[in-house]
């Protein structure tokens, strides 16, 4: 009966977490212009003002729709591509 109680509990938890990440991505900022073929493999930056600074999203054209590529956060100071 406990092994299958933490069996619940670790993934109702696992699918909080993944729940929120998601979350948390759909409210970046996206960029206006549209991804088409004209522009694919372009790169568009897009920047957000937060208490600790300029935050920025990178995001590249591909298939039709814009996907991260990079976000710099001013909190940490550090860049991470996606």
């Not at 409210?27 to 549209?34: C, D, E, S, Y």
């Not at 694919?40 to 590249?60: I, P």
């Amino acid at each position: 009966m406990k092994m299958s109680m933490k069996r619940v509990f670790v993934i109702v938890l696992s699918v909080c977490v993944m729940t929120a990440a998601a979350s948390a991505a759909a409210f970046w900022p996206q960029p206006t212009t549209a991804c088409t073929a004209a522009n694919e493999g372009a790169l568009e930056t897009v920047y957000r003002w937060t208490r600790w600074g300029q935050e920025s999203f990178t995001y590249y054209c591909s298939g039709g729709s814009w996907q991260i590529f990079e976000h710099c956060d001013p909190r940490t100071g550090i860049c991470e591509a996606y």
